[in-house]
């Protein structure tokens, strides 16, 4: 695949996903929101990756953006959006996805059990600005 075709491909990715979440939003599917939430995320911030550089088979992309943004000659406009879709995808990143598939297996907590009404606003938001801050970066 190359490189263009990657950042369309993740792009769409990071749009359905999104669709998803607002529709287990409006359904108060708090654990699948939530889930789906952090795969846009996750798949923006592919999307920006794959624009500079080949995309790691990771969930945890924080450091990744971060070698990015240290490693690149951007300008500062580039390098803010950048380090601020780091934010996001510390946010809801690697942590969320194992918790939303898999709950806290150390005390059996399940993921239903998890995620209330305000998590699944809030990540929603949160992919919401991962989605805006990918299409910029991409679209420079």
């Known amino acids: ?3 263009e075709q990657d950042v369309r491909f993740r792009m769409k990715l990071a749009e359905g996903f999104l669709r998803e ?4 939003l409006e359904l108060s599917r708090w654990r699948s929101c939530v889930d789906n939430a952090q795969l846009s995320v996750e798949n923006s911030v ?14 945890d992309l924080a450091g990744p953006l971060k070698e990015l943004h240290a490693s690149a000659d951007f300008g500062s406009d580039m ?27 150390g005390s059996f907590v399940t993921p239903w059990e998890l995620f209330d009404q305000a998590d699944a606003q809030k990540a929603v938001e949160i992919a919401r ?7 910029r970066v991409v679209q420079s």
């Open 21 to 24: 979440a607002d529709e287990d």
């Open 79 to 105: 390098k803010d959006l950048i380090w601020e879709l780091r934010t996001c995808a510390e946010q809801l990143g690697y942590e969320e996805h194992v918790r939303s598939d898999y709950g806290e297996e």
């Open 1 to 3: 695949m190359d490189s």
């Open 129 to 135: 600005r991962a989605l805006s801050l990918a299409k």
């Open 46 to 59: 592919k999307a920006v990756i794959a624009r500079f550089a080949p995309v790691p088979r990771t969930h």
